[in-house]
């Protein structure tokens, strides 16, 4: 059973300040796919990783793919208010429907 | 842009009804997905459909969990008989086969179902 996890759980940080998300999972997989989710709202994707070594990047958040480790990691950078939102890592299983195994989301809380 | 729809919105039922949760996906998508959020907790995957057939499904989705495509635009789930359990937020999602072979989903606004 693939298992996904996600830490930290929440994190609260100043405005201004860098950190990284992590999203460990335990099957093979080349499918790895951030979403951002506001209190009450949708899923919004925000990345697609295809192969080891991708790296995205839109604004403040950048995304990469280690697939001999089965981790990536959403690094933000500078981070402000409008950041401020759960964001969660799921990994696509195209053998299985397509289904999406989702982490358990990190809840970022980015403080003026 | 194009967008995945849901109706209702919010949706309460009582204990052993049946509820029916729609979807109209985005429509030149062919891939259809239904995955359920309870209250501060993970997504999770119920069931996915292509070509008018169910392609996988989770241990969630037992024998009280239909899903339908009754039309070419809507995509259905039912919940037969409801459980206190069912309690969640229902997502509904849609994708194609695009470059590389990868199933973007793109998700509707969910529909929020509350079983008293």
């Known amino acids: 059973e693939l298992k996904v996890e996600q830490n930290p759980l929440f994190l609260s940080m100043q405005e201004g300040k860098n950190y990284t998300i992590y999203c460990n999972y335990s099957?093979?997989?080349?499918?790895l796919y951030w979403y951002r989710q506001d209190p009450g709202k949708s899923l919004e994707s925000l990345f697609v990783?295809?192969?080891?070594?991708a790296v995205k990047q839109e604004g403040r958040l950048m995304a990469s793919l280690d697939t001999k480790a089965r981790l990536s990691t959403l690094h933000i950078t500078a981070a402000v208010h409008d950041l401020s939102a759960t964001y969660f890592c799921?990994?696509?299983?195209?053998?299985?429907?397509?289904?999406?195994?989702f982490g358990g989301g990190t809840r970022l809380m980015v403080k003026p | 842009e194009p967008e995945v729809t849901q109706t209702p919105s919010h949706q309460v039922t009582q204990m052993g009804q049946e509820v029916i949760l729609r979807c109209v996906p985005i429509?030149?998508?062919?891939?259809f997905y239904w995955y359920r959020q309870i209250l501060g907790q993970k997504v999770e995957f119920l069931v996915s459909?292509?070509?008018?057939?169910?392609?996988?499904k989770s241990e969630i989705f037992d024998d009280q969990f239909s899903v339908e495509r009754p039309d070419g635009s809507n995509f259905t789930l039912k919940i037969r008989s409801t459980k206190l359990e069912d309690s969640a937020m229902y997502f509904c999602?849609?994708?194609?086969?695009?470059?590389?072979?990868?199933?973007?989903?793109?998700f509707g606004p969910g529909t929020r179902l509350t079983v008293t």
């Open positions: 999602a849609s994708s194609v086969r695009g470059l590389a072979g990868v199933y973007e989903q793109y």
């Open positions: 099957t093979t997989s080349d499918r």
């Open positions: 990783l295809l192969s080891n070594g």
């Open positions: 799921a990994v696509g299983d195209d053998n299985a429907g397509n289904m999406l195994t």
């Open positions: 429509s030149n998508h062919l891939y």
């Open positions: 459909f292509y070509n008018n057939e169910i392609s996988e």
